[in-house]
C-alpha cells in the first residue's frame, strides 16, 4: 500500500481548518480580505489533487470513476440527507409544500444556472434555501476539472513546453467563458483554471519541485518572501475578489484576475507546503491531528456544509450574498465560535468512524 504524503496531508487538514475558520466569519466587514485569501487556498486544494498524480497508473476512464466514488458519491449521499432534513424540518415549522421540497434537491444537485439553461423561469419567484450544502460549486467544479485534467495530464507533462501551452490554453478557455457571460455554472466556468492548478502540482510532484528537504536555505527563504509579497499585493488590491470573480468588472479584466488566483494559489501553496513540512518535523498531537483531517477534505467540507444550514436557520444569521457588509452582534459571535467547534468535533468523529471502520476490514482481509 503506498505510503500517503504527511506534508501534503497536513498542508490540506491547515487548509480546511482556514476555509472552515472563513465560512464561520464571512458576515464580517472585515473579511473580504480574508476571503482573497481564501481563494488561494482553494488553488491550493486543486495544486495538491494534481500533486500526486502519475502518469499512466490508471487508466482516463478509472481516473474519473475514482473522482466519482471520492467526490460525487459522497456529496449526493450526504446533500440527500441534509435536505431530506432540511424539508422535514421547513414542513413542520413553516408549513411548506412538496413542491418547494423538490425545488430544493434540483438545486443542489444541478445548480440553478445549469437548469435554467434545461428549464428556463423554473425559479423565478420560488424561495430557495441557496445555501444548502454550499461547497456544491466546489465539488462540481473538483470533477470537471478533473476530466480536463486527467485527458491532458500524459501529454503536458511529457515536457514543460507542452505543459505551459496546456496551462496557457485551459486559462484561456475560462477567461473566455467568464468574460463572455456564458450562462454555465461557476464551477464549470472556472473548472479550465482549476485544472490548469491541478497540471501544476503534478508537475511539481513528478519532478519533486518542493523537497524541501533537498532545498537550500537560502532558495526557501527567496520563494516565501516573493510568495509573501504576491499574497500582500493580492489583498491589498483584492485582484482575485474584484477580477476573476467578476464582481467589479471596471477595475481590471477578466485576464489579469486568471493571471492573479494563478499567482496567488502558487504562493499559498508555497507557504502552505513549507509550513507544513516544518510541522511534519516536529511532530506530535498537532501534526498528527492535522494530518487526520488532511487526509478526509471532502468529508470535512460536506460535514461543515450540512451543519452551515442549520447555522443559519435557527439563528436566523443572513448569508454574506444577502449581506456583504455587516457587523457581528456578541451573541452572533458566541454561535459563530460553537460551530467552528461543533464543525470540527463532528468531522473528527466522522473521520474516526470511517478510519475504524476500514481498520476493521483491513483485519478482515488479512486473516
Not at 257 to 269: E, F, N, W
Request: charged share 15%; with cysteine.
Amino acid at each position: 500500500m503506498k505510503q500517503r504524503d504527511k506534508t501534503l496531508d497536513i498542508a490540506k487538514g491547515l487548509g480546511m481548518l482556514l476555509v472552515v475558520s472563513y465560512h464561520t466569519i464571512y458576515c464580517s466587514p472585515k473579511t473580504e480580505m480574508f476571503f482573497e485569501y481564501i481563494c488561494g487556498v482553494l488553488g491550493f486544494f486543486t495544486f495538491a489533487a494534481g500533486y500526486t498524480y502519475r502518469p499512466g497508473r490508471r487508466t482516463f476512464g478509472e481516473s474519473v470513476m475514482s473522482r466519482v466514488k471520492g467526490v460525487m458519491i459522497p456529496y449526493f449521499k450526504i446533500s440527500f440527507v441534509t435536505i431530506t432534513l432540511l424539508c422535514l424540518y421547513c414542513h413542520l415549522t413553516r408549513g411548506v409544500d412538496l413542491r418547494w421540497c423538490f425545488d430544493q434537491y434540483v438545486f443542489t444537485y444541478f445548480r440553478g444556472e445549469l437548469t435554467e439553461m434545461i428549464w428556463p423561469g423554473y425559479y423565478r419567484g420560488h424561495d430557495l434555501v441557496t445555501n444548502i450544502v454550499s461547497p456544491g460549486w466546489y465539488l462540481w467544479m473538483l470533477f470537471f476539472s478533473s476530466i480536463l485534467f486527467y485527458a491532458a495530464a500524459d501529454f503536458a507533462l511529457q515536457s514543460r513546453g507542452r505543459l505551459a501551452a496546456i496551462v496557457v490554453a485551459f486559462c484561456a478557455v475560462s477567461y473566455g467563458l467568464i468574460d463572455r457571460g456564458v450562462a454555465l455554472p461557476w464551477g464549470m466556468q472556472s473548472a479550465p483554471v482549476y485544472a490548469a492548478m491541478m497540471l501544476l502540482g503534478a508537475h511539481c510532484g513528478q519532478r519533486r519541485l518542493l523537497d524541501f528537504d533537498a532545498m537550500s536555505g537560502g532558495k526557501k527563504l527567496a520563494l516565501a518572501a516573493l510568495s509573501f509579497a504576491v499574497i500582500v499585493i493580492s489583498l491589498r488590491y483584492n485582484l482575485v475578489v474584484w477580477t476573476f470573480l467578476g464582481q467589479f468588472r471596471d477595475r481590471l479584466t477578466y485576464a489579469n484576475g486568471v493571471i492573479a488566483y494563478m499567482l496567488l494559489g502558487l504562493a499559498d501553496t508555497f507557504l502552505l507546503m513549507w509550513l507544513s513540512h516544518a510541522i511534519e518535523k516536529l511532530g506530535g498531537a498537532a501534526a498528527d491531528r492535522l494530518v487526520f483531517f488532511g487526509a478526509g477534505t471532502i468529508v470535512t467540507l460536506l460535514i461543515h456544509a450540512a451543519i452551515g444550514f442549520w447555522w443559519f436557520e435557527l439563528f436566523s444569521l443572513p448569508c454574506k450574498f444577502e449581506k456583504w457588509v455587516r457587523d457581528y452582534t456578541p451573541t452572533e459571535f458566541v454561535i459563530t465560535v460553537a460551530i467552528y467547534i461543533l464543525t470540527t468535533a463532528c468531522c473528527y468523529g466522522v473521520l474516526t468512524l470511517r478510519e475504524q471502520r476500514k481498520n476493521r476490514r483491513d483485519k478482515r482481509e488479512r486473516m
